[in-house]
């Protein structure tokens, strides 16, 4: 994710959040923390979805922060997990394991075409093969 960098953020757990979004789009700012379930922690705090992030009392933060807190994984701790698993896997020498080794794709796609992303075999693609307009006729 870009980091935003404004002079009025709202911080929750360490991450600056966007002031002029509504809340519902500006919690998924936070790693671990999508639409779904930024959705469900606003229902769960009785915050208004379409209520600006600047507009909230500290009732509301607070109550987002503590929801977050301690139903959800996020940021450092959730990258380290998922840090672990991968490592878990490698360690095994299971089959998704030596594939994310080898930087191939994990979840069983082609590779005869495609998979140019996880190869990191990405090509410019070739014009039509004409000048460029700029050049003198």
Do not use: F, W
Request: a positive charge; hydrophobic letters at 25%.
């Amino acid at each position: 994710m870009s980091h935003v960098t404004c002079h009025l953020c709202m911080r929750i757990v360490g991450i600056n959040i966007p002031d002029s979004k509504k809340i519902e789009y500006s919690l998924p700012y936070i790693y671990g923390v999508g639409l779904t379930s930024a959705r469900k922690i606003l229902k769960i705090a009785q915050v208004d979805p379409d209520k600006r992030t600047k507009d909230l009392s500290a009732q509301e933060v607070n109550r987002i922060r503590e929801i977050i807190e301690k139903n959800y994984k996020i940021e450092g701790d959730l990258r380290r997990e998922i840090m672990t698993n991968i490592k878990r896997l490698k360690e095994l020498s299971i089959y998704r394991g030596t594939r994310h080794m080898r930087g191939l794709p994990v979840r069983g796609q082609r590779t005869k075409t495609n998979s140019r992303t996880r190869r990191g075999n990405t090509r410019k693609t070739m014009g039509s093969g004409r000048k460029p307009s700029s050049s003198p006729t």
